[in-house]
């Protein structure tokens, strides 16, 4: 860590500390004392007004979202989250990945996805993962060996998807305990969070699961089988009981994306304790995929704005992976901030990307990060001008597919392979009539134009 960024941390501990003291006294008071704390000359100093305003005012919906967090979970928590995600996460992958990328030449990822397993309790309709069964899994000693080769690389942020990865609970407790110095999260149905794990993660504090839940309970039931809901109910009792972190992780599709984007799923998901909530568009991956499941162009566009008008009521931090792209400028895969390692150890550009040339078993993560295929993402992004158009396959077919014929890449797909060209081709239709509601949104919020309708289908 640069001595800039060390002191920019240290910085922030005192504000961290002097919150921690009386939170309800000292979070309106936080302004001023960072302007004693806060060194001239760095980032934090550059924002400090805009953060003065939002921590000083006890109305403003981010006052009331950091002092919940205070009242909410644990304190010993709420301090291993500030300490590997703001510290090591944030502000040393800030500090070091333009000089990493300048030195390898390839994007230095901010985050890692990786599947400990393909194994999976429930059958969701339209998930690839739910005809894999129990085949393929990562080692322990693999699982820790990515953390350890990623974190000289300075990546300190590690998620886990599946199948379901707490079919894993005690390897990934045991990573947790390894690696006091990163964050480390899943993507989980929440059906195997039982008391017992729910201890462990107070003992460890640096897990923090995304709970998957598709709206009320007869959507989610409806994809993930009955009586889900409820068990999803019970996880979330018993973490929000230990003052656990936990958030929610959404995929909204053509049937329940009313439920999801309404104002009375916002407030479920604050009463049921959640501080995050990760959204996600249905995508058509494999050739038993549900191509029928994908949202409408006036459907996405109903997400687009539930999101950022609940942004400013609600205390709860959001984020969606494709409505989102303006605040990323464009795709987050290839490595430009996350890749993804399926169970069989192939490393992907994306999660819904099921097309690789490098495997863990046989490359390192850095030469992964310079394979062509990955190299061909890092040349081609954004693959959009228009941000709200950022995905090389939902937004942009045809991309993809080039990438990934140039690579000479192949599919992982565990059952039958799909050609890229194959699943671009099923998003054809969608891509165009969102193309339309994405350039007049992109223009109206004061971008520049990012081409006539004659060139909306461009990549560049």
Known sequence: ???????????????FDYIDQNPASNLSKVGRFMEKYIPKGTNIEGQLDAIKQVISDPDNNWYRYVLGLWQDVDRGILRSFFENFVVNTTLKWN??????????????????????TSACNLQCTGCWAAEYG??????????????RQANEIGTFFFLFSGGEPLVRKSDI????????????TAFTNGTLIDEAFADEMLRVKNFIPAISAEGFEEATDSRRGKGTYQKILRAMEILKARKLLFGISACYTSVNVSDVGSENYYDQMLDWGAKFCWFFTYMPIGRDAAPELMVSAKQRKFMYEQVRAFRETKPLFTLDFWNDGE????????????LHINAAGDMEPCAFVHYSDSNIREKTLLEALQ?????????????NQNMLRPCPVL??????????EESGAISTDYQANETAKEYSDKCEEAASR???????????SGHACSGCSGCRSSTK
């Not at 394979?371 to 693959?383: D, I, T, V």
Request: with cysteine; proline share 6%.
């Open 134 to 147: 129990n085949k393929l899994n990562l080692s322990y000693d693999e699982l820790d060996n990515i953390v």
């Open 95 to 116: 500090d070091t990945h333009e000089t990493l990328e300048a030195k390898y030449g390839c994007n230095i990822p901010w985050a890692i996805l990786m599947d400990p």
């Open 327 to 338: 605040y990323a400028e464009g795709c987050i895969a290839g490595g430009r901030r996350y």
């Open 371 to 383: 394979s062509p295929l990955f190299m061909g993402y890092r040349r081609n992004q954004p693959f």
């Open 434 to 444: 969102w193309a339309i509601t994405a350039d007049d949104l992109w223009e109206s």
């Open 173 to 184: 407790i045991r990573l947790c305990e390894a690696h006091p110095d990163c964050t480390f």
């Open 1 to 15: 860590m640069s001595i800039k960024t060390s002191i920019q941390a240290a910085a922030l501990r005192k504000v």
């Open 395 to 404: 937004d942009n077919p045809g991309a993809l597919t080039r990438i990934v």
